[in-house]
């Protein structure tokens, strides 16, 4: 479910696909990590790790994509940050610097919108903004299908549907076999990557320490995602109240910009914005932040209204 490479009638670029962050690998070096505040917390027995944004009461958590981590969004989070907004960066179990389990069943859709609940748990929020990118986008529909009390809205970049389906089987089945059966081939590899200095371009970094992975870690959250469901049914979809911005994305088979325009149509309270293409949230992201501050301010305007008033 969610990008390696992108199936394109465009050039391809670093896909959403997740990332490997050892212990051993050392964080790239931006801007970014000097204002981020970096924390973890338990989840059941895992170690879960998370970044902080700005302050401020406008909660926003933002979910990467499959086997990426946080630097696929950490540029967006910061621009959101100067706008207003505490932004939440959550890396999944199996993503990033959270602990990488190697057992299938613990790399399932509702188990990643239970971390994120556990997030807000720990965090004391009792509502906020729920968004992501491909995988981030689903794990989103799933709180909200789940625990809509307590969200003020979602933001689904790129959701994974039906019209996905096929392009997530061939693209992910080989990576699967891969991973499990080429691992020491595919090690050779990751430690080539892992010995490369990181660039001061986020996004490239994510992919980089996809590239970095150890392969059975990999293996296990794709396997746990190929035998779990990919996203809640239509049915449930069309029953989801609070507010939604849908992002979609064209030339993409995987990330199908049909099955963005169907979402935003199934959900009642729902606005659909189209990217101009695959890349410009992620190298051109003043429009795309501009309509997700916007929402983001008018989603939680009438708490902000009500907090001055007392």
């Known amino acids: 479910m969610l990008p390696f490479v992108w199936f394109a009638t465009e050039r391809s670029g670093p896909g959403l696909a997740g990332a490997r962050l050892r212990s ?8 970014s990590n000097l204002v981020a505040r970096v924390s973890t917390f338990q989840y059941r027995r895992h170690r879960l790790t998370y970044e902080v944004h700005g302050e401020g009461p406008k909660v926003f958590v933002f979910v990467h994509g499959l086997l990426l981590d ?10 959101l940050a100067e706008r207003g907004h505490k932004v939440v960066l959550l890396e999944l179990l199996g993503h990033g610097r959270s602990d990488k389990p190697t057992h299938a069943y613990e790399h399932r859709l509702e188990f990643f919108a239970e971390q994120v ?5 720990h965090l004391e ?5 729920v968004g992501g990118v491909s995988l981030g986008a689903n794990v989103s529909l799933q709180v909200a299908a789940t625990a809509p009390d307590r969200l003020r809205g979602i933001v689904a970049e790129m959701p994974v549907l039906e019209r996905g389906t096929v392009a997530a089987a061939i693209q992910f089945a080989p990576l ?11 090690r050779i590899g990751t430690r080539l990557m892992r010995a490369l200095p990181r660039t001061r371009f986020d996004p490239l970094n994510s992919f ?6 150890d392969p059975r870690e990999m293996a296990a959250v794709l396997h746990g995602m190929f035998v779990g469901p990919g996203t809640p049914p239509a049915r449930v979809r069309r029953e989801i109240e609070v507010p939604a911005l849908v992002v979609g994305h064209p030339h993409d088979l995987l990330h199908a910009l049909d099955d963005a325009d169907a979402l935003a149509a199934e959900l009642p309270n729902s606005r659909f ?15 795309i932040v501009g309509e997700i501050s916007d929402f983001l301010d008018e989603v939680w305007a009438p708490t902000l209204a009500a907090a001055r008033e007392a």
């Open 273 to 287: 914005v189209r990217a101009r293409s695959l890349f410009e949230a992620r190298t051109r992201p003043a429009r």
């Open 117 to 121: 609940i556990a997030l807000l748990d």
């Open 24 to 31: 051993a690998t050392v964080p790239p070096r931006t801007e």
């Open 208 to 213: 980089m320490n996809l590239l970095s992975a």
């Open 70 to 79: 946080a630097a696929l969004n950490r540029h967006m989070g910061r621009m």
């Open 125 to 129: 929020i009792d509502e906020a903004v």
């Open 176 to 186: 699967l076999l891969a991973f499990r059966y080429a691992a020491p081939v595919v």
